[in-house]
């Protein structure tokens, strides 16, 4: 490497802070897979500030980079290029504030996951993500990585919880996505860099989601004769609709390597065994334990094991978090190979496992996150034989394959790298490749981040033709029957510089700015099919143009649903309540579109069918293009298919209102949202007398009543013990009125108070989004000062959402509610505004610096303009 550009290093961060001796090249020349690249220096810098001059520098001289986290990863993702430049990232290793009230804490990219689970510890929160690495693994290293832990089959992965981050680009310009408050206007760029292996942008700092620790814990073992009996319970226990908190599965191999480095009291005559923990509320545990003990009976299980104490407990986990140092002892190499199948594939991914290692004479052993049916084969070998390396790589390479052919994928969380490129021809078409290496080169033109990952080299696919017979000319909407027909129909409006708006059933038609210019919808009316639906695996895939209660009757039938309200329209096309990222206060417990999507087809703004993601739960493959997609309002492409995550239907649902003072509302938010309660909603309004007291001058927000609406669901005791404990709490808060009932899951139970915000009770509708601890003080400062009847604003409690309708609305109330929104951390959007004011003003108000970088993307992926011209936030 250059004398100049390491003495210009060492001006940034500091003489001590540069190594590029021997030694130390050496040292950052690997990573937990089997790949080498020596790098010409390691740097060190102290912040975000540093981290970019680094960058710039680099970027002058040519020289490619990569960012390094602890080195954990599987994949060959923090090997340097060689002789290129390791930035480590380990000075910045400071918790920089823990919220529980927010539920978020932030943190520079270098804490290691369990240094954050320990700060969290005190204050009675968790973060969900807890890679079996956790003592080494940083959370950077989690989110480039979009790590995922044995936890994850109940609390989703890391891209389910992080909420914002700072990021250095490859020019050198430092930027914060994301944001406290939920979905900031426009592209997911939070979601699309979570998972990205470094390859976008270097992370400077995270803000992520804590949850409340659960109140209570079972741990079981149980214990099998075979491998497929075990993996055949696995299926079992998810298929009965519970939802175990970790759900892993070790075998014969792997417990003997445990029990010779700790013992653990796995059984060694064994052939599998299941570690299955629940958690949540006390009431109803015993039940769900008794209940799975009966699952794995019926499926062969030769005894179920209860940890009787926590060191019982504990026992069994450092078991299984050891469980890679201790094939150490077994074998002087490993390959760990991840990949994801259907849950009901694994008795035949593992048979393909064994036949495969025996085809190549080589040993292995499983250990694995079974409930997301993610796959680890430790493929055991010795490093000092050459023919051995490359039998094991042709045999992960094989269980890649028979893991896709069963509707798997290639990683479920330890991402492509280096190692897993190739593997990348397997799942996507040379224009699915094309697609997301575009967005490389939009983040990083040079390609000195991280290069040669994750992509294999295959030439970008020729222009999409000329397409055929399609006539759309004087047509008012374009109505394609098919994937195809709809491409066709996106080349002929190229041709004649037409403008496209995908739309579905058009009830939210209004939402984002106008379009720049004329243009014709694109209706997904004709694609509203369900292709598939995988019920023991929970998976559905639909075209765009199916409606929600067409959907949800489907899925009932098998006691299913997608745990979606969409606000106000609860018949909306999926397609459309995907594109709008549209729900309601019940993501608080299920998530949002974003969450439940797995995988999509869309026909891009060039004309090409693209694919991302895919059915499996689990899924790291590529950059998350269903993040991208998600929410972003049409203007990327059509959607032509979808495939979501569905959840079986709650037993029980239970709406419990009650009245109280503004400073009780407060306190009892504050209670529940740290409680170990598990809400599906909470969502507060101001109370109206007959008069509608909110609307009446001298009204204040101090000595007004609110009503508190808190929806608990799920198992049907559980339910019932939360609904009780809540009500006596809420009692002694001197809440009065408390009443409970049942409710139907699919249209829930809020529909009544959203529609008094329709469009004819209110042309103009606002959303503002807030960090949790602002929402209820916000609504009530606005409730007052804008004289807002009580049952015009509803203000989302457990999601820091407020609504608001209003009749009449003029410019100067709308910068009063954009500066109030940005002065507590969140901002304000025109979900509904007459037309006339949405050419007036930028319905999703001032730029933010984020923008930029949306826009950038836009305009390289759409370069014409061609999908809803001007629907973005800036107009673009
Ligand atoms: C024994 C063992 C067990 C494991 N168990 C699990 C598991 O259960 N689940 C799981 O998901 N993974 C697991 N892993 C894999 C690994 O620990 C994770 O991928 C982890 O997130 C990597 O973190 P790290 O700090 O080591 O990152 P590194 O290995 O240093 O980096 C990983 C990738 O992230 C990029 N990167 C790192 N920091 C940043 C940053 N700040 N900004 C941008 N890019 C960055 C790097 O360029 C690289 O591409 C395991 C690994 C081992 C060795």
């Known amino acids: 490497?250059?004398?100049?550009?390491?003495?210009?290093?060492?001006?940034?961060?500091?003489?001590?802070?540069?190594?590029?001796?021997?030694?130390?090249?050496?040292?950052?020349?690997?990573?937990?897979?089997?790949?080498?690249?020596?790098?010409?220096?390691?740097?060190?810098?102290?912040?975000?500030?540093?981290?970019?001059?680094?960058?710039?520098?680099?970027?002058?001289?040519?020289?490619?980079?990569?960012?390094?986290?602890?080195?954990?990863?599987?994949?060959?993702?923090?090997?340097?290029?060689?002789?290129?430049?390791?930035?480590?990232?380990?000075?910045?290793?400071?918790?920089?504030?823990?919220?529980?009230?927010?539920?978020?804490?932030?943190?520079?990219?270098?804490?290691?996951?369990?240094?954050?689970?320990?700060?969290?510890?005190?204050?009675?929160?968790?973060?969900?993500?807890?890679?079996?690495?956790?003592?080494?693994?940083?959370?950077?290293?989690?989110?480039?990585?979009?790590?995922?832990?044995?936890?994850?089959?109940?609390?989703?992965?890391?891209?389910?919880?992080?909420?914002?981050l700072e990021i250095v680009l490859p020019d050198g310009e430092r930027m914060r996505v994301g944001s406290e408050a939920l979905d900031p206007p426009g592209y997911d760029l939070c979601g699309l860099l979570t998972g990205s292996e470094g390859t976008l942008a270097i992370v400077t700092e995270i803000t992520v989601r804590i949850l409340p620790l659960p109140e209570s814990a079972a741990t079981l073992l149980a214990v099998f004769d075979s491998v497929s009996d075990a993996a055949r319970c696995v299926s079992a226990i998810i298929a009965e609709g519970i939802v175990p908190s970790s759900l892993e599965m070790m075998d014969a191999p792997v417990m003997r390597a445990v029990e010779q480095s700790m013992p653990c009291g796995y059984p060694l005559d064994a052939a599998a065994v299941l570690i299955i923990e629940i958690d949540g509320a006390q009431e109803g545990l015993r039940t769900l334990a008794r209940r799975i003990r009966e699952i794995c009976e019926t499926n062969c299980c030769r005894h179920v094991q209860e940890a009787a104490s926590e060191a019982d407990r504990s026992r069994l986990w450092a078991g299984r978090r050891g469980a890679f140092g201790a094939i150490a002892r077994i074998s002087p190499g490993y390959l760990v190979t991840d990949c994801t199948v259907p849950r009901t594939r694994l008795p035949e991914a593992l048979a393909c496992v064994a036949e495969i290692s025996g085809r190549h004479g080589l040993s292995f052993g499983n250990v694995f996150h079974a409930g997301d049916g993610n796959l680890h084969p430790l493929l055991f070998f010795d490093p000092a034989d050459p023919d051995q390396i490359r039998m094991v790589h042709q045999a992960g390479m094989e269980i890649m394959k028979a893991c896709v052919s069963?509707?798997?994928?290639?990683?479920?969380?330890?991402?492509?790298?280096?190692?897993?490129?190739?593997?990348?021809?397997?799942?996507?078409?040379?224009?699915?490749?094309?697609?997301?290496?575009?967005?490389?080169?939009?983040?990083?033109?040079?390609?000195?981040?991280?290069?040669?990952?994750?992509?294999?080299?295959?030439?970008?696919?020729?222009?999409?033709?000329?397409?055929?017979?399609?006539?759309?000319?004087?047509?008012?909407?374009?109505?394609?029957?098919?994937?195809?027909?709809?491409?066709?129909?996106?080349?002929?409006?190229?041709?004649k510089s037409l403008a496209l708006v995908p739309e579905g059933s058009g009830s939210w038609r209004s939402f984002g700015n106008l379009p720049a210019r004329p243009w014709i919808p694109l209706r997904s009316r004709g694609l509203c099919e369900i292709l598939e639906h995988d019920p023991p695996n929970q998976v559905v895939t639909v075209g765009p143009g199916?409606?929600?209660?067409?959907?949800?009757?489907?899925?009932?039938?098998?006691?299913?649903?997608?745990?979606?309200?969409?606000?106000?329209?609860?018949?909306?096309?999926?397609?459309?309540?995907?594109?709008?990222?549209?729900?309601?206060?019940?993501?608080?417990?299920?998530?949002?579109?974003?969450?439940?999507?797995?995988?999509?087809?869309?026909?891009?703004?060039?004309?090409?069918?693209?694919?991302?993601?895919?059915?499996?739960?689990?899924?790291?493959a590529g950059y998350d293009l269903t993040r991208l997609m998600a929410g972003s309002m049409g203007t990327i492409g059509f959607i032509t298919e979808l495939t979501l995550r569905v959840a079986p239907i709650p037993q029980a649902?239970?709406?419990?209102?009650?009245?109280?003072?503004?400073?009780?509302?407060?306190?009892?938010?504050?209670?529940?949202?740290?409680?170990?309660?598990?809400?599906?909603?909470?969502?507060a309004t101001p109370e109206d007398d007959e008069a509608?007291?909110?609307?009446?001058?001298?009204?204040?927000?101090?000595?007004?009543?609110?009503?508190?609406?808190?929806?608990?669901?799920?198992?049907?005791?559980?339910?019932?013990?939360?609904?009780?404990?809540?009500?006596?709490?809420?009692?002694?808060?001197?809440?009065?009125?408390?009443?409970?009932?049942?409710?139907?899951?699919?249209?829930?139970?809020?529909?009544?108070?959203?529609?008094?915000?329709?469009?004819?009770?209110?042309?103009?509708?606002?959303?503002?989004?807030?960090?949790?601890?602002?929402?209820?003080?916000?609504?009530?400062?606005?409730?007052?000062?804008?004289?807002?009847?009580?049952?015009?604003?509803?203000?989302?409690?457990?999601?820091?959402?407020?609504?608001?309708?209003?009749?009449?609305?003029?410019?100067?109330?709308?910068?009063?509610?954009?500066?109030?929104?940005?002065r507590l951390g969140g901002y304000a959007l025109l979900e509904r505004a007459p037309d006339p004011f949405r050419r007036a003003h930028d319905v999703f108000g001032p730029p933010s610096l984020d923008w930029s970088l949306m826009h950038r993307l836009k305009h390289a992926l759409d370069p014409a303009g061609l999908f809803a011209p001007g629907r973005l936030p800036g107009r673009k």
């Open 1 to 164: 490497m250059e004398a100049a550009f390491l003495r210009e290093l060492e001006r940034i961060v500091g003489k001590g802070h540069v190594r590029s001796g021997p030694a130390d090249r050496e040292v950052y020349s690997y990573d937990a897979s089997l790949a080498r690249q020596t790098p010409g220096a390691v740097v060190f810098p102290a912040d975000s500030i540093q981290t970019a001059r680094i960058v710039r520098a680099a970027s002058r001289a040519g020289v490619p980079y990569v960012p390094r986290g602890f080195g954990t990863n599987l994949s060959g993702g923090s090997v340097a290029p060689p002789g290129g430049l390791v930035i480590c990232l380990s000075r910045m290793n400071r918790i920089l504030s823990i919220e529980p009230a927010r539920r978020t804490a932030r943190v520079e990219p270098c804490v290691t996951n369990l240094e954050l689970q320990n700060a969290l510890a005190p204050f009675g929160f968790f973060f969900a993500p807890d890679p079996a690495s956790q003592k080494v693994s940083t959370l950077g290293g989690n989110v480039a990585e979009n790590s995922g832990g044995p936890r994850c089959v109940k609390y989703g992965v890391t891209k389910n919880h992080i909420l914002a």
């Open 406 to 495: 069963m509707g798997g994928t290639i990683t479920g969380e330890h991402g492509v790298g280096l190692e897993k490129k190739e593997a990348m021809r397997l799942l996507f078409s040379e224009e699915d490749l094309a697609f997301q290496r575009s967005i490389k080169r939009i983040f990083d033109p040079e390609n000195l981040l991280n290069p040669g990952k994750i992509f294999p080299e295959t030439p970008d696919p020729p222009p999409a033709g000329e397409g055929t017979d399609v006539q759309i000319d004087g047509l008012e909407e374009l109505v394609p029957s098919s994937a195809e027909e709809c491409r066709q129909m996106v080349l002929a409006a190229l041709r």
């Open 546 to 620: 199916l409606r929600l209660k067409r959907l949800q009757a489907v899925l009932a039938s098998h006691n299913q649903w997608l745990p979606l309200r969409p606000f106000l329209d609860r018949d909306g096309t999926v397609g459309g309540i995907v594109a709008l990222n549209a729900c309601g206060p019940e993501r608080l417990l299920y998530g949002s579109p974003r969450d439940l999507l797995l995988g999509l087809g869309f026909v891009s703004a060039s004309g090409h069918l693209v694919r991302g993601g895919g059915k499996v739960v689990k899924n790291v």
């Open 653 to 683: 649902c239970t709406l419990l209102s009650a009245s109280g003072s503004l400073e009780a509302t407060r306190a009892a938010c504050k209670e529940l949202l740290a409680s170990c309660l598990h809400p599906a909603f909470a969502i």
């Open 692 to 822: 509608g007291s909110a609307a009446r001058r001298g009204w204040t927000a101090a000595t007004s009543r609110w009503r508190l609406y808190v929806g608990f669901e799920g198992f049907a005791e559980t339910v019932q013990a939360q609904t009780g404990s809540w009500t006596s709490r809420l009692e002694s808060r001197g809440f009065t009125n408390c009443s409970a009932f049942g409710y139907k899951p699919g249209p829930g139970p809020l529909k009544p108070i959203e529609a008094r915000l329709d469009h004819d009770s209110c042309p103009f509708l606002v959303r503002i989004d807030l960090p949790l601890d602002k929402t209820l003080d916000c609504a009530a400062s606005l409730a007052e000062r804008c004289h807002l009847p009580g049952h015009l604003l509803v203000a989302d409690l457990g999601c820091g959402r407020i609504r608001a309708g209003f009749e009449s609305f003029g410019p100067s109330d709308w910068e009063f509610l954009l500066g109030m929104a940005r």
